[in-house]
């Protein structure tokens, strides 16, 4: 079942730029340029993105009355002010504070972690292949054969989750490399291609007629879900 997000938005730009992104990952999004309406949206949604620009009230004024509203939704606040008696007086009523400009794998993880907290969905276990479970929730990694973990390395354990909340998406090395080494990819680089090799060594049956990781040839990776 799809998370369902109220955003909140007046900036158009990067109102439609998150919300395809959101909607990319598996999320549902109703997206509203001002906060005129919200209270009366807010119930029907798992957890509220708001900007604190906004024209009309601002995010301060229309997060205390969603918070009063619908006080069981989380509400995570984006916003371009840094200085931290903002930052305090946002988080009197909202339940995190994100600043811009900001990579949608950060709010995607701090939108997961409310979901949590709130309990407002069961973490299932995902299966890859006929042997191997992740449990996003703890994000652990087991051999369904065996019952036993798996242990990655920081950066196959990073580039394995990436791949998880991209799933059944082509994935081009380069997006791959600057997402996890948040560096611009150098052409010609070998690093990606060397640790999707030792991820697959641990992950999968045959290594070398992986069934977990694709290589599309000349495109990128996929996991198929």
């Known amino acids: 079942m799809k998370t369902n997000v109220l955003y909140i938005e007046d900036n158009e730009k990067i109102g439609s730029w998150v919300k395809e992104e959101l909607e990319q990952r598996g999320f549902s999004v109703q997206w509203l340029l001002s906060g005129e309406g919200a209270e009366r949206e807010v119930h029907q949604h798992e957890i509220v993105i708001l900007d604190i620009m906004l024209p009309g009230l601002d995010g301060f004024t229309v997060g205390k009355r969603l918070k009063k509203a619908a006080p069981a939704v989380p509400i995570l606040l984006l916003s371009a002010r840094t200085s931290i008696n ?39 276990r995902i299966s890859l292949g006929i042997h191997i479970e992740v449990d996003p929730e ?61 991820l697959r060594q641990k992950l999968e049956r045959y290594p070398d007629s992986p069934e977990i990781i694709e290589t599309l ?9």
């Open 86 to 124: 903002d930052k305090v007086d946002g988080l009197q009523f909202a339940d995190d504070y994100l600043t811009k400009p900001f990579h949608t794998d950060e709010l995607v993880a701090r939108l997961e972690v409310l979901i949590r907290r709130r309990g407002g969905t069961h973490s299932e």
């Open 217 to 225: 040839k000349g495109i990128g990776y996929r996991v198929k879900l």
């Open 138 to 198: 703890v994000q652990m990694v087991y051999d369904k054969r065996t019952g036993e973990e798996i242990l990655l390395t920081g950066k196959q354990h990073q580039i394995l989750m990436y791949f998880l909340r991209h799933p059944n998406q082509v994935l081009p090395k380069e997006q791959i490399y600057e997402a996890i080494w948040q560096e611009t990819y150098i052409t010609g680089d070998k690093t990606i291609m060397v640790h999707i090799h030792r």
